[in-house]
């Protein structure tokens, strides 16, 4: 474990701000442009619904943590938020049961295997080792509180709303396919049950996590979810403080880390910001104190990350300057070595 001795210093933030509203909307309109014609990349189908996506379909939105919002394309689109919902479960399982317990039930560092490895849960001795993995997801939905599936799962159908500032729904068809083919993520959470480390039916407990995964979003829902992400919990369209800022703090540092599947690195390191992406096409991407993008086409690279959102927040985060590490020499400072 990181060693750390942080009790009682104040947090302090390091932000700055985003350009005027005309010069983002412009340049979200162009990043929307520049990218609708890219035809690259495959959809997802190994949940058989989702193969019957549209390929062309391409929606992008942000939303500024003043509640500035700017749509393009097929931003108010819906499609199934599916892996993107593990952010926000896990930031209302932080929420709920505080920093702590939550990075020792669930896990932070990255398992360096796939999405929904068995292979990963082994090696760990059944820990999950982190949130963004399903069976760390798996082990983050089990921590909902609510004493019947049907509570826990409301507890995660309104804390999503709240995110998103409406009501989200749960896509019927979306539920039943990925219900009917879901054999893996039902073998994970039985071995987490093998393990002590899930309390609960595991069946029950999948099932949640595959209606969460079922929830209907938009691309510009997502700028609104991840807008809140960046406002210090504050839903900045309703005003709804939603999680404190130092869960926000705790989800986006795991989303940093892992949000991009095995590509989270090279994302980090050519793009700079913290993004979760799903296998439905979305990525929602949040700049600390600026403000958030949500992106959607359902054609994916190889690593399962959308194609034309991965371009199009690319772009923002160049234009808009999001990349968390970027930074130039302070005007009037010598620079004489
Ligand atoms: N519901 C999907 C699964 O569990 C989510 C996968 C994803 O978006 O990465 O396989």
Redesign the pocket.
């Known amino acids: 474990m990181i060693p750390t001795d942080l009790v009682g210093v104040v947090q302090q933030v390091s932000t700055g701000a985003l350009p005027g509203w005309d010069r983002v909307d412009e340049l979200v309109h162009e990043a929307h442009h520049r990218h609708m014609a890219d035809q690259s990349g495959t959809v997802?189908d190994?949940?058989p619904i989702l193969g019957a996506a549209d390929p062309a379909l391409f929606g992008l939105a942000v939303v500024d943590v003043t509640g500035g919002v700017h749509d393009a394309g097929d931003a108010l689109h819906p499609f199934?938020?599916?892996?993107?919902?593990?952010m926000f479960v896990y930031a209302l399982a932080i929420q709920e049961h505080g920093h702590e317990r939550v990075r020792d039930i669930v896990g932070v560092n990255n398992t360096g295997l796939p999405?929904?490895s068995v292979v990963a849960l082994e090696l760990n001795a059944g820990h999950p080792m982190n949130p963004m993995v399903?069976a760390g997801?798996i082990a983050t939905t089990a921590l909902m509180p609510g004493t019947t599936p049907e509570e826990k799962w409301e507890r995660i159908r309104t804390g999503l709303s709240a995110f998103a500032g409406r009501e989200l729904t749960l896509d019927d068809e979306v539920y039943h396919s990925?219900a009917e083919t879901?054999q893996?993520?039902e073998g994970l959470g039985s071995l987490l049950s093998s393990y002590g480390r899930l309390e609960g039916d595991s069946d029950a407990i999948v099932d949640i996590?595959?209606r969460q995964?079922?929830l209907n979003v938009t691309a510009h829902d997502l700028a609104v979810m991840g807008a809140t992400l960046a406002d210090g919990g504050v839903n900045p369209v309703t005003g709804e403080q939603v999680v404190s800022a130092d869960v926000c703090r705790d989800t986006l540092a795991v989303v940093a880390a892992s949000g991009l599947?095995e590509r989270s690195g090279e994302w980090l390191f050519e793009i700079g910001i913290p993004a979760k992406?799903?296998?439905?096409g979305g990525i929602v991407a949040v700049s600390p104190g600026k403000g958030a993008a949500g992106a959607f086409s359902p054609p994916l690279d190889s690593a399962?990350n959308s194609v034309r959102s991965q371009l199009a927040i690319g772009y923002l985060s160049r234009a808009l300057g999001l990349n968390l590490f970027a930074s130039a020499p302070r005007s009037g400072v010598a620079t004489e070595g």
């Open positions: 997802a190994y949940i199934s938020i599916q892996s993107i919902s593990k999405f929904n399903n997801a990925e879901n893996r993520n996590y595959t995964c079922a599947y992406s799903g296998v439905s399962g």
